[in-house]
């Protein structure tokens, strides 16, 4: 189906769109519960209904791995106004408006993809421990495992698995590249909660520095400073170009620069 | 065609043009979003909405919203 010529051919075999669909709706969780929504919508309820993607569950995914249909999001009848949602995910029944997924949801990935995770399995969840044999090394001050630690697990081959993340050709390019903005946006909102922390940085008078002359617009409204471990950030960029700088005052300038790709295969 | 999440972020479409492998190149800020369960008033169903609403003919619907997501290479 990716395999759809770009000039925009549409030459699906519907049979196999069929024989997917019915594949999700007998396997997805998350499926299930929007067919739920289908039944009730065919049995012409009038009242108000919403659907709440869960966040967090309760239960370690891991200990009891039974695949609940229940833990995944919730379906509510009746009135939906004066639900607080914390932060799950509510589906109105009729809403103009777009609701947008953190990209820290549990959903956010299998609901992109349903054809990687025909189960609808889990994404990132921030409540992964790290291994108690990191856990006793004294060095480690994070507790609990990373995004890009959990994406870049996720991707593994490995033998209990039919490795769909690495066989969906161009649809794995379309992971790898979401996965990563995932990553940094989550950095991006971690730097973001965590202003105090890196303005007391004496990066604060670089930032002067970096700055200066820098149009009215950029004071309008509140600064978020990125510290100079963003990488891509302004910061980061200013830190290499002054390190390579430093490189070529003590060995000269280069004459060459040279570029290496490896093609593993 | 299958996903529940429209996912947003400008897409590089003319780099795909034969030559070489394909690329998948997006700019600018990438979100998932995800409507409401039914589509409003004269809309087709997308995403979530293929699941729910007029699921008898899901198959035409599901075919003709292919392109709308961002896969489509």
């Known amino acids: ?265 | 065609m299958f996903s529940f999440t429209s996912m947003g972020g400008k897409m590089e479409r003319c780099i795909n043009d034969g030559g070489g492998p394909p690329q998948f190149i997006i700019t600018g800020q990438n979100y998932h979003r995800i409507g409401s369960l039914l589509p409003q008033q004269g809309h087709r169903p997308k995403f979530a909405q293929l699941y729910t609403y007029d699921t008898s003919n899901e198959l035409s619907n599901r075919v003709s919203n292919f392109g709308l997501g961002i896969l489509y290479l």
Not at chain 1, 50 to 77: F, G, T, W, Y
Not at chain 1, 224 to 238: A, D, E, K, N
């Open chain 1, 1 to 265: 189906m990716v395999a759809c010529k770009s000039d925009g051919e549409k030459n699906f075999d519907d049979t196999l769109i069929q024989d997917l669909t019915q594949m999700i709706d007998e396997n997805n969780r998350l499926a299930k519960n929007f067919r739920k929504v289908r039944d009730l919508v065919e049995q012409n309820v009038t009242s108000d209904f919403c659907l709440r993607l869960l966040r967090n569950r309760s239960k370690d995914p891991r200990m009891h791995n039974i695949l609940e249909v229940d833990e995944v999001a919730v379906l509510i009848v009746g009135d939906t106004d004066n639900i607080k949602y914390e932060r799950d995910i509510i589906v109105r029944k009729e809403s103009s408006h777009l609701e947008r997924l953190h990209e820290t949801h549990t959903s956010f990935i299998p609901l992109q993809y349903s054809l990687i995770f025909p189960y609808g399995e889990d994404g990132f969840s921030e409540n992964i421990k790290i291994s108690e044999k990191e856990e006793a090394n004294p060095d480690r001050t994070r507790t609990k495992v990373a995004i890009r630690e959990f994406i870049a697990f996720r991707i593994q081959e490995r033998s209990v698995e039919f490795g769909n993340i690495v066989n969906s050709k161009i649809l794995f390019q379309q992971y790898s590249v979401d996965t990563y903005t995932m990553i940094e946006s989550q950095r991006l909102s971690y730097i973001r909660a965590n202003q105090d922390t890196i303005r007391c940085d004496i990066l604060h008078g670089l930032q002067d520095a970096v700055t200066r002359g820098e149009t009215n617009t950029s004071f309008i409204g509140q600064r978020v400073i990125l510290p100079g471990s963003f990488t891509g950030g302004m910061r980061y960029m200013f830190n290499n170009c002054q390190d390579a700088m430093a490189v070529c005052k003590r060995y000269g300038y280069p004459n060459l620069f040279i570029t290496i790709t490896c093609n593993s295969n």
